[in-house]
Each structure stands twice: as structure tokens, then as C-alpha cells.
């Protein structure tokens, strides 16, 4: 019981140590608690309907879908999350707009062509790029701080 007595506050600093570290490591102090809960769903595909969306769509000439997404965290592994923007491009006018169920975003961009694909990065640049290939599949990357989200889909031309 002595022994007790004197260590008593060395006993309380290595509970809290302990406790402190379970707690960090069971913990999830994610700010993306919304992203991993949207994974945990089952349910990763596209599913906005564009006939049903209650603005009307800007004038293109392609329109790109997603097929998958994935969210990076820097320093963590990618998880899958479900798809939420499409992309409509203008290659007339060199615009691009990034939509989902809000009314889109434009971004002006120049034609970067690099063999089978032409690269759409934003001008002046801000927070990404757009690869299109020939065969009318794409990616996109957007950058938020530094973490990445991916989406990979399929483009159609418009006439």
C-alpha cells in the first residue's frame, strides 16, 4: 500500500497515457466523417437523374459520367465514395462546367492535346485536371487542400 501511495501520480500519468492512446487510435477525428459514411452505404453508382434537375444546363458539346469515384486523404489510403458530379464540356468556346444537383460551375480552359488524349486543366489553374481519351473515357482529379478526389467515367459527344 506504501507503494502505492508514492507512485501514485506516476500510475494516473501512465493510465492517461493509455487511455490517450486508445482513444486516438479507435477514434475517428476524420473532418470527412460524411465521405466515409457515404461508402459504407453500398451504393457508389451516378444517379442524378439530368432530366430531373431543376436548373437548366449550360450550352456543350460533350457530356462526361462518372463510373467511380475515389476520395484520397494525404498520408491515407483511397476509399470508394459515390459519384456526384458530371462534367459538361464546350470544346467551341473552351469551357468546361463541373455540375451536380446545384447549378454548374465554369471554368474557362486551352486545349492541351498529348497524343491519344487532350488534358482540360482550368485557367488560371486552380484545383485540378480533366483527361480525355480518345476511346471517350476520362478522369478527373480535383484537389481540396491536400487531399484528391478521383473520378473515373465516360464521355459522349453532343451534336
Known amino acids: 500500500m506504501n507503494w502505492l501511495k508514492e507512485n501514485w501520480f506516476k500510475i494516473g500519468l501512465l493510465a492517461l497515457v493509455l487511455i490517450g492512446i486508445f482513444v486516438f487510435k479507435n477514434g475517428n477525428f476524420s473532418q470527412n466523417d460524411n465521405y466515409q459514411a457515404i461508402t459504407q452505404t453500398g451504393d457508389l453508382k451516378f444517379d442524378i437523374d439530368l432530366n430531373k434537375l431543376n436548373y437548366s444546363l449550360p450550352v456543350f458539346t460533350k457530356i462526361c459520367i462518372p463510373s467511380s469515384k475515389q476520395y484520397c486523404q494525404s498520408g491515407i489510403n ?10 459538361l464540356i464546350d470544346e467551341i468556346q473552351n469551357k468546361y462546367y463541373r455540375c451536380d444537383n446545384k447549378p454548374c460551375d465554369k471554368y474557362d480552359y486551352f486545349p492541351n492535346p498529348s497524343g491519344i488524349y487532350n488534358i482540360i486543366r482550368p485557367l488560371p489553374p486552380k484545383h485540378g485536371e480533366i483527361k480525355l481519351s480518345n476511346d471517350g473515357s476520362y478522369y478527373e482529379v480535383v484537389s481540396l487542400g491536400l487531399d484528391l478526389f478521383i473520378s473515373y467515367g465516360t464521355c459522349q459527344n453532343i451534336k
Open 78 to 87: 483511397c476509399s470508394s465514395m459515390k459519384p456526384s458530379v458530371f462534367l
